[in-house]
């Protein structure tokens, strides 16, 4: 990916200094007993000849050239993982953003950069290029067309920049980019619960590959405009659509960059947990006649990384209930401990596809043993991931949202939005 | 070499020399350039005594301008020498002279005087300069001076001594060798009467020249052969190693040389020392803890994170210092620095002994030894250690820290899998230093290997490279008897005397986990232990 | 945007995540105490799986564990042992090794003798249970079966030879083949990713197909620990039916499968079971008071407020972070314990390592009284709501005298008891 005359410029960092200065006392690399807990659970573990302890360990003997050069930063996925195994909660990707901060623009994985660049031109913040006037005429669109075709939603409203509605959602790009269909079933299940809610046409985007350039003042700046927007419409609380990272890089870059947010952060999946609980979302597992097993997908940037067992909890409520108790099968392991799929961190988007597919091989492994013939998760990167996994080793499962199943349960969900499904469930709930 | 005498076995060699630190190697590759053939034995194995316990300083002479101008210049001369003809062993990092409040302001206005006098470039630079070089230096630093300090690989200089000597064919090396007496016959050391210490196995060395250069216990070889001219005082040196490298430059408190005072990088770790203390026996030197408390608390003072720093080991060695009278009388002395002693005056014609000096004059005490032999065995080939580069190879290039570490990560290569993680060397270095180091002759354990490598050298200090290196030496079928584990406990038994006065902080879990390992996991604790029934268990 | 405060009230608060925690919120759990587990995972990731009792006293390997407990008792009046009975000791250790083989990884019964247990470096073990998928190993030196040992390249630390020569003169019979582990060729080889292929069904056969190719006869074959990280009973028994011989599994250096094993079936099973469990945090605060202690704990996005009506600290040593060395001493880190332990570093540890007496410091940590209450230096309970167990006792070797799980359980056993009485008395 880079010639070797680009490597040599590369400027050198200080590793053993920046580890001194980014983690704490107790847990920064001073305090490595070298016991490898953290490579063996690391599925980037051998790209390049690298892993997290041998990271420690070239830090510590000054091998500072090569960390700073080495191509491997882009195959860890920051999931941190490796902290969480690691009795002195050493967390190594604290230093793998460094590092990535460290490589010139024209270097960085050009998936990723340009994913970045893209969000830096326009308001939306969107990656796939979705302009602000184009989301508002897109989400519009949209709707009317719902409003056309199913007589139970003639009347559904699809705000946006509604000031002062009690929840404001972010939505992945790859929606109104390539997929508006899956635009509807969320915003049926928020008419369903009667929900005060609304779009922003700026900042709308969740996604942040500037996050994943290891560029802070870039993921500031991704995040600022998101904040404003948000500020700016007076909402009580912004809900993060099914989607890992771009939950993780609200929260992490207010209290990083010490930016102002008059809102709180919550996470679509508690909400799915908290409407089924008060009855507002009356789901349950009718549908699966056929009782088809599904397992679930922590993304590692909502789970381990962000709200942890509360959320894992929800996550699994909600799947149990939608799928069945006896149908769902836990990926083992799950929750805090699962594996990053290989996705995240912007890997899925840097070009390496023979290491992120290697990497994924365990995760690919988790879910064969589950023998589930659907995967549940609340991330569109996890969710490519995973279904490109399955594609390359042969597997025999697919990939579905939330709101797909929720609404499948609910009866609302559209002719048209099951692309996720295969033919074992495209039918249900159209025979009448 | 032949084995005759009955069930002795017997070696006969031109010289047998004593001593397998860097002036007895230095002796032998200076003989092995001149066509000399020698024997070159050590009781345990190279660099065991001072030359394998010492901060690796190549002095510019800096620190001694003030006491000893002469000693200074020799080191000045030497350290350039050693610069040109064996850089992989050197790292010419530099040096600084700091005084820090509380120091003889009137010592430090004199040093760059001293210096002249010694012909030692010297460059003042202000504190704020010097803590912009050097950022953990103390507020409190007064005066800096700029010196050419350098620092030295002793353990790669030794292995590339021998392994000169071994390529020219004119030396082998016998470790594990020591030496109980001499047959002394007409004013001559006919041979020396040794023990394999591994096997018991007495064996005979026959030599034409006998040179003794074994540092600290070079007065308990001379009284084997009944010489009472030489009278050595033992000073203790203790270091303490740190997990990491502390500064760039060797970092020298202007004073007198005392506890605590100079830090000196010792490639991807740094050296804090030294102490000195006077002891009875060179075979007890272990560092101790009051010691290390004192080099800390002092070190400290001139550079404050010390006190936070992770230190993973403490080792020491014995600085054989000459007493003046038995020096003064032989009348041959070479500088103030070492002596070589000819014996002649005891009735003998074929002994020599080496003694005092520094690492950084190895070179010089082994050019005026191998005058010596050489002009007693009328050989008239000149010294060439001066001119000709100090060759290397692959086998003895595994001690350089951070060697390895890029090495395999240039490589990549998994399948030569890496035993030890802290200092990432791999199966292949191990697999080097068995076939080819100085001294793969004879059976490699552990600890050979160990002191060949930096294996053992890292955070965990051998907590788990002990384990994987064992696995792989069975694998090779080096080990091929339950021995290996023994091997194993005395390598890390070893080990926990230089880790035992630094356990605190951050080193105590990695101590901790390393007994579990060598106890629970391992059963070193009780090899051999019987358990009532059945075979070995632990 | 605030950080959220989460609080949680609870009887028991059981602070670590090692061998005693665990054994602590099984036995509080058995007694119907509303139990919340917190604290980061230490040193129960080194673990070899095998769970001692007594194996060693004075240097001397036993055989019969429980008459060494009476021994002990005797010449270590201090010891935690001492605070209970055989009978007490026998019922954790058997309520502990049901609880978890019920959870999903089948233990031994606890018997009267010690099990020779097999080591990688072909040394045995004297331990009191063992995990099923290695029992086999037991039962094969025992009868000194016809045994082959696979190992892999790649794997480090793990020699099938070292496993060989050093039992050769107790079990000839006795060989060795190095097979490349199918999938994984030219790579380093970690156990646990090993263990995780093997648990995906695609993953057994094409080594079990290997295995069976060089079986020549053998009765038995011996494996590092990599079958199966969540079933390893069911990896094991797939494998040995696969392959047609018994199979056991061999401890290896860390990262090692044992003990991350026992971590995620512990973090899995326990809080179905009804606990409070927040894992992989540290406790970074604990204010005790008359009426109980509150702990503090930071997540990434939330804080944690632990109430508890009662706390029981199995904190661990060093490793796990219970204990902290300076150069001037030890301190208990949570609450600042007074800590039991010799004067000076000079007798921290003997001048021989591994002198078969152990280490003063080895012996260093809380003081308690019979109901396991850590006391303060007046010898007087700190609080009659906190209690202690495992590892940060005092007065225990717990390497040495190859007695880690059954202080871990006995003593956790002990402490909630004295704790379930305390709340009980005093609801």
């Known amino acids: 990916m880079m010639s070797g005359q680009d490597i040599d410029q590369m400027e050198v960092m200080n590793f053993q200094k920046l580890a001194h200065e980014l983690l704490p006392g107790g847990a920064s690399f001073e305090s490595c007993i070298a016991c490898g807990l953290c490579a063996s659970g690391c599925p980037a573990s051998g790209f390049y000849g690298m892993d997290p302890r041998r990271f420690i360990r070239m830090a510590m003997l000054g091998l500072n050239e090569e960390l700073s050069r080495t191509p491997w930063v882009w195959t860890c996925t920051q999931c941190k993982r490796c902290q969480y195994v690691c009795p002195m909660s050493i967390d190594v990707s604290v230093l793998v953003a460094a590092a990535r901060s460290n490589w010139p623009k024209a270097k960085v994985p050009k998936g990723i950069m340009r994913s970045c660049d893209a969000q830096l031109r326009d308001v939306s913040t969107s990656a796939m290029g979705v302009r602000s006037e184009d989301f508002v005429e897109i989400v519009e669109e949209t709707a009317e067309e719902l409003r056309g075709s199913d007589r139970r939603f003639a009347d559904i409203k699809v705000p946006v920049d509604k000031k002062g509605a009690e929840f404001i959602i972010n939505q992945n790009s790859r929606e109104p980019a390539a997929e508006p269909e899956e635009l509807a079933p969320l915003w049926k299940i928020f008419d369903y619960v009667g929900a005060d809610w609304t779009y922003a046409s700026k900042g709308w985007a969740a996604e942040n590959f500037c996050m994943f350039t290891g560029d802070d003042e870039l993921w500031k700046q991704m995040v600022k405009t998101r904040v404003d927007a948000i500020n700016e419409l007076g909402c009580k609380t912004w809900i993060n659509t099914e989607c890992g990272h771009s939950f993780y890089t609200i929260w992490k870059g207010v209290e990083r960059f010490g930016l102002k947010a008059d809102f709180e952060a919550g996470s679509l999946v508690s909400y799915y947990a908290k409407w089924i609980r008060e009855g507002k979302l009356p789901v349950n597992s009718d549908w699966n006649r056929d009782n088809l097993k599904f397992t679930l997908q922590d993304p590692c940037q909502l789970v381990r990384k962000s709200i942890g067992d509360p959320v894992a909890d929800d996550l699994r409520f909600v799947a149990r209930t939608l799928v069945g108790e006896d149908n769902f099968i836990d990926m083992q392991p799950g929750g805090n401990a699962n594996y990053c799929c290989g996705g995240g961190g912007g890997f899925l988007q840097a070009g390496m596809s023979e290491q992120r597919r290697a990497y994924g091989r365990r995760k690919f492994d988790q879910i064969a043993t589950t023998k589930a013939d659907y995967v549940l998760t609340p991330c569109h990167n996890c969710h490519s991931q995973m279904e490109d996994l399955g594609e390359f080793y042969g597997g025999q499962y697919r990939v579905v949202h939330f709101w797909t199943l929720i609404c499948l349960s609910l009866g609302i969900l559209g002719p048209d939005e099951r692309k996720y499904l295969g033919p074992d469930l495209a039918g249900i709930g159209l025979e009448t | 070499m032949s084995g005759h005498q009955g069930a002795k076995r017997h070696y006969e060699t031109e010289v047998l020399i004593i001593g397998g630190g860097v002036t007895g190697t230095g002796i032998m590759r200076d003989l092995a350039l001149r066509g000399i053939h020698s024997l070159l034995i050590d009781r345990q194995d190279l660099n065991a005594g001072a030359s394998g316990g010492n901060h690796g300083l190549l002095h510019s002479g800096g620190r001694y301008v003030a006491a000893d101008a002469e000693t200074a210049a020799e080191c000045r001369a030497e350290s350039e020498l050693l610069k040109r003809l064996a850089p992989e062993c050197i790292d010419p990092c530099g040096g600084l002279f700091v005084a820090v409040e509380g120091d003889d302001p009137e010592f430090a206005a004199r040093f760059p005087d001293h210096c002249a006098v010694a012909g030692i470039p010297c460059e003042e630079i202000s504190p704020t300069e010097a803590r912009k070089m050097e950022p953990a230096l103390s507020e409190k630093v007064y005066a800096a001076y700029q010196v050419p300090d350098a620092t030295v690989d002793p353990f790669r200089l030794t292995l590339q001594n021998v392994n000169h000597a071994r390529r020219l064919g004119f030396g082998d090396f016998l470790p594990h060798m020591g030496v109980e007496g001499f047959d002394i016959e007409g004013g001559e050391l006919k041979a020396a009467r040794c023990r394999d210490l591994r096997s018991g196995e007495e064996v005979l060395i026959s030599a034409r020249q006998i040179v003794n250069a074994g540092g600290a216990w070079a007065m308990n070889i001379a009284r084997l052969a009944g010489c009472a001219d030489v009278n050595l005082i033992y000073s203790k040196g203790t270091l303490i190693v740190s997990n990491t490298r502390l500064s760039q430059r060797v970092v020298n408190r202007l004073r007198l040389p005392g506890d605590g005072d100079i830090l000196v990088p010792g490639g991807t770790v740094s050296l804090l020392g030294t102490s000195s203390v006077t002891i009875e026996d060179p075979d007890d030197a272990r560092p101790t803890i009051a010691e290390v408390d004192k080099i800390l608390a002092e070190g400290a003072v001139m550079m404050p994170p010390l006190a936070d720093t992770r230190f993973i080991r403490a080792f020491s060695g014995v600085r054989p210092l000459l007493m003046a009278s038995g020096a003064a009388e032989d009348g041959r002395k070479a500088s103030r620095g070492f002596s070589l002693i000819t014996h002649e005056d005891q009735n003998l014609s074929n002994f020599v002994t080496i003694a005092g000096g520094k690492l950084t004059t190895f070179r010089l005490m082994a050019e005026k030894t191998g005058d010596l032999v050489a002009q007693r065995l009328g050989n008239s080939a000149p010294c060439a250690t001066h001119t000709v580069p100090l060759p290397t190879e692959n086998a003895v290039g595994w001690t350089e820290p951070g060697f390895a570490a890029r090495d395999w990560y240039q490589r990549a290569d998994a399948s030569d899998m890496i035993l030890c993680e802290c200092e990432m060397t791999p199966q292949s270095a191990v697999d080097a230093i068995v076939s080819d180091a100085p001294g793969s002759e004879h059976h490699m354990s552990l600890q050979a290997i160990a002191l060949r490598s930096r294996v053992g050298k890292g955070a965990c200090q051998g907590a788990f490279c002990a384990m994987r290196v064992t696995s792989h030496l069975y694998d090779r079928g080096i080990y091929d008897s339950p021995e290996g584990l023994e091997l194993m406990r005395d390598f890390v038994t070893e080990r926990f005397k230089g880790v035992r006065p630094v356990l605190w902080g951050r080193q105590l879990p990695q101590m901790e986990l390393a007994e579990t390992l060598h106890c629970g996991l391992t059963g070193l604790d009780l090899l051999g232990a019987k358990k009532p029934g059945s075979g070995r268990a632990s | ?427």
């Open chain 3, 1 to 427: 945007m605030k950080r959220e405060l989460r609080r949680v009230e609870t009887g028991l608060a059981i602070i670590g995540a090692g061998l005693a925690g665990f054994a602590a919120s099984i036995f509080a759990l058995r007694r119907g105490l509303d139990t919340a587990q917190l604290g980061h995972t230490g040193a129960i990731a080194y673990t070899t799986g095998y769970f001692d009792l007594l194996g060693v006293m004075d240097g001397r390997v036993l055989d019969e564990p429980w008459a060494g407990l009476d021994a002990l008792r005797e010449a270590e009046p201090a010891h935690p042992f001492a605070r209970l009975g055989n009978d007490e000791i026998r019922e954790a250790f058997e309520i502990f090794t049901d609880a978890i083989s019920d959870m999903g990884i089948a233990y031994s019964k606890p018997g009267d003798h010690n099990l020779s247990a097999l080591l990688p470096s072909g040394v045995a073990k004297p331990t009191l249970s063992v995990p099923a998928t290695m029992l086999p190993g037991v039962e094969a030196f025992r009868t000194g079966a016809k045994t082959l040992i696979v190992d892999f390249p790649g794997l480090q630390g793990f020699s099938a030879t070292e496993f060989k020569v050093n039992f050769a003169a107790s079990w000839p019979a006795l060989s060795v083949c190095r097979i490349e582990f199918p999938g994984f060729e030219g790579q380093q080889l970690y156990p646990e990713v090993l263990a995780r292929s093997l648990e995906a069904p695609h993953g057994r056969e094409p080594l079990a197909e290997k295995i069976r190719a060089v079986l020549d006869g053998a009765e038995y074959v011996g494996l590092p620990a990599v079958l199966g990280m969540h079933a390893p009973d069911e990896v094991h028994a797939d494998m040995e039916r696969r392959i047609g011989a018994r199979l056991f599994e061999i401890p290896t250096i860390p990262p090692a499968v044992p003990g991350i094993r026992l971590r995620e079936m512990f973090e899995r099973e326990l809080p179905r079971r009804g606990l409070v469990l927040v894992p992989q945090l540290k406790v970074s605060r604990s204010e005790l008071g008359a009426d109980g202690a509150v702990h503090h704990l930071q997540g990434p996005l939330e804080d944690l407020e632990i109430s508890a009506r009662a706390t029981l600290l199995a904190t661990g040593r060093f490793l796990s972070g219970g204990l902290y060395a300076d150069q001037a001493g030890l301190r208990e880190t949570l609450l600042g314990l007074p800590v039991v332990q010799p004067s000076g570093r000079d007798n921290w540890y003997r001048r021989d390592y591994l002198d078969p007496r152990g280490h003063q410091l080895n012996r260093a940590g809380l003081e308690t009284d019979a109901q396991f209450r850590p006391l303060d230096a007046a010898g007087a309970p700190v609080n009659p709501r906190l209690f202690a167990a495992g590892a940060v006792l005092a007065h225990q070797d717990w390497v040495r005298q190859r007695c880690g799980a059954g202080l871990a359980i006995a003593a956790a056993y002990g402490a909630v008891k004295a704790a379930a009485e305390m709340l009980n008395g005093s609801a």
